[in-house]
């Protein structure tokens, strides 16, 4: 099992430009989280997914954030314009069903500069 | 919607004292309570969880014991090692997503 795939798992980039970050959850689950952590607000759940379809999104933090969901094993985020507030690390995390244990990626540490 | 408030924020102990993480939750519809662990620079990792129909469980040098009533649960971890210092955070759910607390920064000195 080679676990939820994040990438990349670093990005810097100037703010103004669309950054897309990419999850692979573990083949087999349901459901998807995209969480954002930072120091001052913690882990933050963004919006998740059950089987590839958008149940709540009342976590993302503006309209410059979008998530899709294409196919059962690739999910996106991006965020477009980016701003140096979005720095942070952004995990992706998948479970059998919601209420099931959750397994995280290694993440993506976002600089915005 | 849930609520899940986590204390102490910093917790020092020596190694092969026990250390105690306190958790609240306000949704008594939540019936899951999973506690991970994240190490600097890495990822949560699930270490125990439990669910409403038992109040207590352990693995090792953890458990995790739940009180429905006052809709609080805890981790205990015994004998506690230098290894064991990380960020620890506790979550509780329903039928919907993971809420997590703010995380308890423990630190084992030799």
């Known amino acids: 099992d080679a676990g939820v795939i994040q990438s990349p798992r670093h990005e810097v980039t100037e703010m103004g430009q669309e950054v897309t970050l990419r999850c692979k959850p573990i083949s087999g689950h349901n459901s998807l989280f995209w969480y954002r952590q930072t120091m001052m607000r913690g882990l933050e759940l963004l919006i998740y997914f059950n089987n590839n379809v958008p149940i709540d999104d009342s976590g993302m933090p503006e309209d410059r954030f979008s998530a899709k969901m294409p196919n059962a094993s690739f999910s996106t985020l991006k965020i477009q314009p980016s701003e140096p507030r979005d720095s942070a690390v952004y995990f992706c995390?998948?479970?059998?069903?919601?209420?099931?244990?959750?397994?995280f990626g290694d993440g993506t540490r976002l600089s915005i500069l | 919607g849930e609520n899940v408030e986590q204390h102490p924020s910093t917790l020092s102990v020596q190694e092969g004292d026990s250390a105690v993480i306190k958790c609240t939750y306000s949704d008594s519809a939540s019936n899951y309570f999973p506690w991970y662990k994240q190490e600097l620079g890495k990822r949560p990792q699930l270490i125990i969880d439990?669910?409403?129909?038992?109040g207590e469980k352990k693995d090792q040098r953890i458990a995790v014991t739940l009180n429905k009533t006052a809709k609080h649960f805890s981790l205990h971890i015994t004998e506690t090692q230098p290894e064991d210092s990380a960020v620890y955070f506790c979550a509780g759910s329903g039928f919907q997503k993971l809420v997590f607390g703010t995380g308890t920064r423990l630190l084992v000195s030799p």
């Open positions: 995390a998948s479970s059998l069903v919601v209420n099931q244990p959750q397994h």
């Open positions: 439990i669910r409403s129909n038992v």
